[in-house]
């Protein structure tokens, strides 16, 4: 079985769970004896794909495309002359672009993680390429991958895709890095939200939701990941009174495992999610769960986690206090949380991502 795998996301990515996903799948490739699989990339500084040889060595990486947009147009040319070879049995794109659709004469599996862009217009350009781009390779794919049974009901939803296309293969876990044991968070006590913070993030009344617990509890809020506030979230947590309460931090891999462990709770407030990987890590780090009951999140998160409203902040602020209030409902949800994670084993996804590419090629 020879598999190639596109540039996109290993050019996009240094760190992300869409890059991992694919490394994972590679390397699993690998080790079971399929080793003319490719990662068609000249060279990049993805994390998860650091052990790879890319025909650039790294100093010849870093020299001629350290700026993003060679790197981008040097990996895309490489990509688009390996397709054109067709030398492969079936591509696996790891992202959206359709540049490779007049070059390919063999067929291709897609992996649609969520359609955040389609059911949430507002929050993003009028102009983004990537909602037409979607529909371009969505609709000419021989397979499909859904991550979760409501991806999978919102691709039939927005664009009639037959049932008999799609398979629901969920992410399994991958264990990350150790704990960094001699990490210091900036507080004690405190509630953590972990990565980016768009609109549909919904970090805005998750501030709200907060503000009055952080006071009573007497604990604050770290952010891990996502960048540096921007002079409109520090306005908002300005005029909230917590900005004293709340801190951002660009976490490593065994940081970020450090702050779930030490974490009193994990919130996880999106108005939509095509997975929830970060989900995944707070049950392996025995974190207590606080999240929005919206989209794939009940699928992921089960019976251990306890769940609010995403649109109302009082529900919210219920939630959170639940667990605030309760080290036994702490407790509770912590054991729960292994359970669950039990549900998602990485050896599951790689069987079920061989079996739809055995029955395509």
């Known amino acids: ?32 004896g399929h080793t003319d699989c490719k990662l068609l990339v000249l060279y990049s500084k993805n994390a998860y794909i650091q052990d790879q040889k890319f025909p650039l060595s790294p100093f010849l990486g870093e020299r001629l495309l350290k700026k993003q947009h060679k790197l981008d147009r040097w ?33 291709f599996v897609l992996t649609v993680h969520d359609m955040i862009h389609e059911l949430f217009p507002e929050f993003f350009s009028p102009h983004d390429h990537f909602v037409p781009f979607k529909r371009a390779t969505i609709t000419r794919a021989d397979h499909i991958i859904a991550i979760s049974e409501s991806t999978k009901r919102d691709l039939q939803h927005i664009f009639n895709i037959p049932e008999e296309k799609i398979s629901v293969v969920y992410h399994g876990y991958q264990e990350g890095g150790a704990v960094q044991a001699d990490f210091t968070p900036p507080f004690k006590d405190y509630v953590l939200y972990v990565g980016d913070r768009p609109g549909y993030k919904n970090f805005g009344r998750m501030v709200q939701a907060v503000k009055p617990l952080l006071e009573r509890y ?37 940081e970020l495992n450090a702050l779930y462990q030490k974490a009193t709770v994990f919130v996880y407030p999106s108005l939509y999610e095509g997975f929830g990987l970060p989900i995944l890590e707070a049950f392996k780090n025995n974190c207590p769960v606080v999240m929005s009951n919206t989209s ?11 769940y609010f409203d995403p649109y109302h902040i009082d529900d919210m602020t219920r939630a959170i206090d639940s667990v605030l209030n309760s080290s036994d ?33």
């Open 1 to 32: 079985m020879k598999v190639y795998f596109d540039h996109q996301i290993f050019s996009m990515q240094r760190y992300g769970g869409i890059s991992r996903y694919f490394a994972n799948i590679y390397n699993s490739l690998k080790d079971h």
């Open 296 to 306: 794939c999140l009940p699928e992921v998160g089960g019976e251990a986690v306890s």
């Open 75 to 107: 990996n895309k040319r490489y990509s688009k002359y390996m397709i054109k070879k067709n030398d492969f049995d079936l591509l696996h794109p790891t992202y959206y672009n359709p540049y490779f659709l007049n070059k390919l004469k063999k067929p």
């Open 218 to 254: 007497d604990i604050n809020l770290i952010c891990a990941g996502g960048g540096g506030f921007g002079q409109a979230e520090q306005e908002m947590l300005i005029r909230a009174g917590i900005q004293n309460r709340t801190k951002q931090i660009s976490a490593s891999e065994g």
């Open 329 to 361: 409902k702490a407790n509770q949800l912590r054991a729960s949380g292994i359970q669950q994670l039990s549900r998602f084993p990485m050896d599951k996804c790689m069987r079920e991502t061989l079996e739809v590419y055995k029955k395509l090629i």
